[in-house]
């Protein structure tokens, strides 16, 4: 390392990193992502292209996103004792939450769990505690989590719910229980709420330590960047601080505008989703030698009982289909693979692929 011009000037944690990975997928059926597989209608587009003409491209956006705020509380259902941070996708989000704690602070996670909490815990220096899930069901180890922040006294609890890679939601009043015996802030990550029917939101009111992340991503607006953050307004206050200015552009501000404004579109191809899921559920429930889990999102975690999960990507890879192969991360997901709900053909040709390198 000492031989490498200017690796002195790094912090070791951040030589010892990796960049985070993202597979080619070129010419592929592209189901590792979760993104929403539908695109809008000819004239909404249309309509879409001409809001866009209006942002004077010239000019900074205006800074703390006023209008688009405005919206995102009302279709929730804000009150205006609750305020919101927006963010450059709620990855961004997750760094302005840690940039913001002190040296010394922890963070706690369930796991397997969302990479980016861990990710950018890593590059900021900052403890990181990772609580393994029950393994039966991949539900919250409550004891186990209670006891952690006991010993650890967490500044940050992420819980992601639904999880991301396991798809199940936790138990509600066990996350009820965390919020209540922790001194930190817990962050309930709701990234994938279009396809879950189950919320933190309405407890904001209840707990001053809740904090709701959501992200319009998973929605189908994955490409925008856009993500936001509920919370008391003292605590939102403080992370606007380290927000850069001008973290939402201009294009990104008018299109969610747009996009919040036709929100039965998503709400049809949410539904949509989900109708599907349960199809893919079954399906790969009928495929001998496959564990599929229960999934509240636009995903599905399935375990391969017989062959490796690295065998089974590859020749999926070979059919020209990109799922996700999770069993690198090892524990309870050794041979555990990821797919996302895409279009009833492109989930029907990932089946039969699916169906055809099992049965060999
Ligand atoms: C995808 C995902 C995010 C990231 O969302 P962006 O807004 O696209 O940055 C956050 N949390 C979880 C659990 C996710 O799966």
Redesign the pocket.
């Known amino acids: 390392m000492h031989n490498i011009p200017f690796s002195n000037l790094f912090r070791p944690e951040i030589l010892q990193m990796k960049a985070y990975q993202v597979a080619d997928s070129s010419n592929l059926i592209k189901l590792d992502a979760?993104e929403n597989p539908y695109n809008w209608p000819e004239n909404l587009q249309q309509q879409w292209l001409e809001a866009l003409k209006n942002c004077p491209l010239n000019r900074y956006p205006d800074p703390q996103a006023n209008k688009l705020s405005h919206l995102i509380k009302q279709q929730n259902q804000i009150g205006s004792d609750i305020e919101i941070l927006l963010g450059n996708?709620?990855?961004?989000i997750i760094q302005l939450l840690l940039m913001a704690l002190n040296d010394n602070a922890s963070i706690l996670a369930p796991h397997p769990g969302?990479v980016?909490y861990h990710q950018i815990a890593l590059s900021l220096g900052l403890r990181y505690i990772n609580q393994p899930l029950l393994t039966e069901n991949f539900d919250l180890d409550l004891t186990g989590m209670l006891e952690s922040i006991e010993k650890y006294d967490p500044a940050i609890i992420f819980i992601?719910y639904p999880?991301?890679p396991t798809g199940n939601l936790f138990n509600d009043d066990d996350i009820k229980m965390l919020l209540k015996n922790s001194n930190g802030l817990i962050v309930v990550?709701e990234?994938?709420a279009p396809f879950a029917n189950a919320s933190f939101i309405h407890e904001l009111d209840n707990f001053p330590n809740l904090l709701i992340?959501r992200?319009v991503?998973?929605l189908g607006l994955?490409g925008l960047?856009?993500?936001y953050l509920l919370a008391n307004p003292f605590l939102i206050e403080q992370f606007d601080k380290i927000r850069l200015p001008y973290n939402i552009n201009c294009l990104t501000q008018a299109t969610a505008e747009f996009a919040l404004t036709h929100q039965a579109l998503f709400d049809h191809q949410s539904q949509q989703i989900c109708k599907d899921r349960e199809i893919m559920m079954q399906n790969l429930r009928a495929i001998k030698g496959l564990m599929p889990y229960p999934s509240a999102a636009n995903f599905i975690l399935f375990k391969s009982l017989v062959k490796p999960a690295e065998e089974i990507f590859k020749a999926l890879l070979d059919d020209g289909i990109l799922i996700k192969n999770m069993s690198k991360q090892g524990g309870i997901l050794h041979n555990c693979l990821r797919v996302t709900i895409g279009k009833e053909d492109e989930n029907m040709a990932f089946i039969d692929s699916l169906k055809k390198i099992m049965s060999i």
Request: hydrophobic share 40%.
């Open positions: 979760m996708g709620s990855d961004e969302f980016m992601a999880n991301n990550d990234a994938y992340m992200t991503s998973k994955a960047r856009l993500g």
